[in-house]
């Protein structure tokens, strides 16, 4: 298929059969798998995937590719839609795990992570391809620079596995800049933490200044009447240097406290 990539839709398509072949090795599909692809463009995954599997789902925003796509590969279900606001809920109606794939716009990273946190109960595991600076910071540990926001909110949740960096080389066209292969496993039990939504909220705060202490930051976020010298962590530190379960601690006590994540 022959189909001109768009810089509106982030469009890299990937060329290389050798990357295709180690990425389904990775994904390792069963029969029974009930894998949905994000943006399939030309099919590079999505024909492979196909084989492997007794029924395929993707989800693709270009047009451009749907006719081609649906009648060449009989058992593929393709939704003309963004996957961000896509109903994942009408691809379990038995209440199956569903296990999301893709080759992902760099610019949409964070987005879509957000969007496969927020449906975690019915995702059992996830293998995206990012931009190689953002793999490195979703399986950063503590005390690094590449610690952030999602390394802490998807360690709470999942195990996060760096399968392997990839040259832009094996692109077309070819990306300024290096990317990797992540594997999210969800397979962590998060019941510890009370309020996930207000988790996420006390994580971004932390890092809304990473330069700063976490008495700055959180004196100039939304918790700032917290009562923040009560907090259940050293505020001379820096939100780098707390761990995943300091921020679930801290989530917990202001729940305690009376605050909630949606308010």
């Known amino acids: 298929?022959?189909?001109?990539?768009?810089?509106?839709?982030?469009?890299?398509?990937?060329?290389?059969?050798?990357?295709?072949?180690?990425?389904?090795?990775?994904?390792?599909?069963a029969r029974t798998d009930r894998i949905v692809e994000i943006g399939p463009g030309t099919g590079a995954l999505t024909f492979p995937l196909s084989r492997e599997v007794d029924h395929l789902y993707a989800v693709e925003l270009d047009r451009r590719v749907i006719e081609t796509l649906s009648s060449e590969i009989p058992n593929l279900t393709l939704f003309n839609e963004d996957f961000i606001?896509?109903?994942?809920?009408?691809?379990?109606?038995?209440?199956?795990?569903?296990?999301?794939?893709?080759?992902?716009?760099?610019?949409?990273?964070?987005?879509?992570?957000?969007?496969?946190?927020?449906?975690?109960?019915?995702?059992?595991?996830?293998v995206l391809m990012?931009?190689?600076?953002?793999?490195?910071?979703?399986?950063?540990?503590?005390?690094?620079?590449?610690?952030?926001i999602l390394s802490v909110i998807l360690n709470a949740i999942a195990e996060i596995k760096f399968c392997f960096k990839i040259s832009p080389n094996v692109f077309h066209p070819r990306p300024n800049v290096d990317s990797a292969l992540i594997h999210l496993f969800l397979n962590k039990d998060a019941s510890h933490i009370r309020d996930f939504a207000l988790f996420i909220k006390i994580v971004k705060a932390a890092f809304g200044n990473r330069r700063k202490t976490l008495?700055?930051?959180?004196?100039?976020?939304?918790?700032?009447?917290?009562?923040?010298?009560?907090?259940?962590?050293d505020l001379t530190l820096r939100a780098e240097n707390l761990s995943t379960e300091d921020f679930v601690g801290l989530s917990n006590y202001l729940y305690d406290k009376g605050y909630r994540g949606l308010q």
């Open 1 to 29: 298929m022959k189909v001109i990539p768009l810089k509106k839709f982030g469009q890299n398509y990937l060329i290389d059969k050798n990357i295709i072949n180690k990425i389904i090795e990775e994904i390792a599909p």
């Open 85 to 126: 606001t896509a109903d994942l809920r009408k691809l379990n109606p038995s209440g199956e795990k569903l296990r999301i794939v893709g080759n992902i716009p760099y610019n949409i990273t964070s987005p879509i992570l957000f969007k496969v946190l927020e449906e975690r109960d019915i995702i059992s595991d996830t």
């Open 130 to 148: 990012t931009q190689y600076e953002v793999a490195k910071r979703l399986s950063a540990k503590k005390d690094t620079k590449d610690y952030g």
């Open 215 to 233: 008495k700055n930051s959180f004196s100039h976020s939304i918790f700032a009447d917290a009562q923040i010298q009560q907090f259940p962590v």
